[in-house]
């Protein structure tokens, strides 16, 4: 099945700082969401970009499909914004259809 | 318009016991996803529901097993309870070739 592998595993910021978080698949995809849990475990929705590239707020993401990687910007960090950011990929294969694969994750830790 | 809902939030059974969690799915959504995630990993697909049909599974075994009702919303039920069956398990759904929306979770406890 496709692998997902996220970059950094651990980050640690200043507030105000700005930072990059990275997503490689290894297969074709027609999904690719990134996700942030926050310290409750809710999952929330940031970006469905399987493609291009969308912005909203402090944050933006890029997904070159082609090289099969997406990257997540935050800028202007705040406390607020800590927790575990996921990519999770839906394979463009038959028997992938409907299941979306995570990677493990990027902990953001973000001090005042 | 309420997002997915999952019941119930918490929930502690012993070893070899029985579980059902139930989610209802977002409004106009007719595809629902379970997940299991445990401490530190990231979501693990189990199975995914359309039109009262099981469309696709993860690698999980035959005892856990789910169930979508004809008003979208979905069943997850897991057999004879294992200590390692704890975790967070994660309700999503979607319409088809659109992104999925995950509810808050139920967090299952096996002592």
């Known amino acids: 099945g496709i692998q997902v592998e996220q970059s950094p595993p651990d980050l640690i910021l200043q507030e105000g700082a700005n930072s990059t978080l990275r997503c490689n698949f290894s297969?074709?995809?027609?999904?690719l969401q990134w996700f942030h849990q926050n310290p409750w475990g809710q999952l929330i929705n940031l970006f469905y970009i399987p493609s291009g590239t969308k912005q909203n707020g402090r944050l933006s993401a890029t997904t070159v499909a082609t090289e099969r990687y997406s990257l997540l910007y935050i800028s202007s960090s705040q406390t607020t914004d800590s927790g575990v950011y996921f990519c999770a990929v839906e394979s463009t294969g038959g028997t992938s259809y409907g299941k979306l694969t995570f990677g493990q994750g990027t902990i953001l830790t973000v001090h005042p | 318009d309420a997002g997915v809902t999952q019941s119930p939030t918490h929930l502690i059974k012993t070893r070899g016991q029985q579980v059902t969690l139930r989610c209802s799915p977002k409004s106009g959504h007719d595809t629902v996803s379970w997940y299991q995630q445990a401490l530190g990993q990231g979501p693990q697909f189990i199975f995914q529901?359309?039109?009262?049909?099981?469309?696709q599974r993860g690698n999980f075994p035959d005892r856990f097993s789910g169930h979508q009702f004809p008003n979208y919303s979905s069943e997850l039920n897991v057999n004879a309870l294992l200590l390692g069956d704890s975790a967070l398990y994660l309700c999503a759904s979607s319409m088809i070739n659109q992104p999925q929306h995950f509810g808050d979770g139920t967090r299952l406890s096996i002592l």
């Open positions: 297969d074709s995809v027609n999904n």
């Open positions: 529901y359309y039109e009262e049909e099981e469309r």
